[in-house]
């Protein structure tokens, strides 16, 4: 079966850190550029970083870029994503895919190639 689940959210206060993992299942990761989305309460979908499949590449959205941190390691077939100096704007459901474009509004209507959207993980910044 193919899966992608997302684990590692939580409760963190301001300046924290996170980790958040993507474990893949019923399929090779290291074919795949990959991503991670996420969700805003009454905000549209956003891809804050995007990995290449080897790894060799990897971009980021401004809203986080310097504090997060994309990876991978294919023989474990996961992803990861390294959130540091965590800001309650960062508070939002987090989920990995591959890039897409366009993406809907909702992350989890937007139709993917690679496989259907997890339940994804939630990251809460507050203090």
């Known amino acids: 079966q193919v899966q992608l689940v997302e684990s590692g959210g939580g409760l963190a206060q301001p300046g924290g850190s996170l980790r958040l993992s993507c474990a893949a299942s019923g399929f090779r990761l290291s074919s795949h550029d990959m991503g991670w989305y996420r969700q805003a309460p009454g905000k549209e979908c956003e891809l804050v970083a995007h990995?290449?499949?080897?790894?060799?590449?990897?971009n980021y959205a401004d809203s986080v870029k310097g504090r997060f941190t994309i990876s991978r390691d294919n023989a474990k077939n996961t992803v990861y994503l390294q959130m540091n100096m965590l800001k309650p704007e960062d508070t939002a459901v987090y989920y990995c895919?591959?890039?897409?474009?366009?993406?809907?509004?909702?992350?989890?209507?937007?139709?993917?190639?690679?496989?259907?959207w997890g339940q994804g993980t939630q990251v809460t910044v507050s203090s």
């Open positions: 990995i290449t499949a080897l790894g060799g590449s990897t």
């Open positions: 895919n591959t890039p897409i474009t366009p993406v809907e509004a909702m992350c989890v209507y937007t139709p993917s190639p690679l496989a259907s």
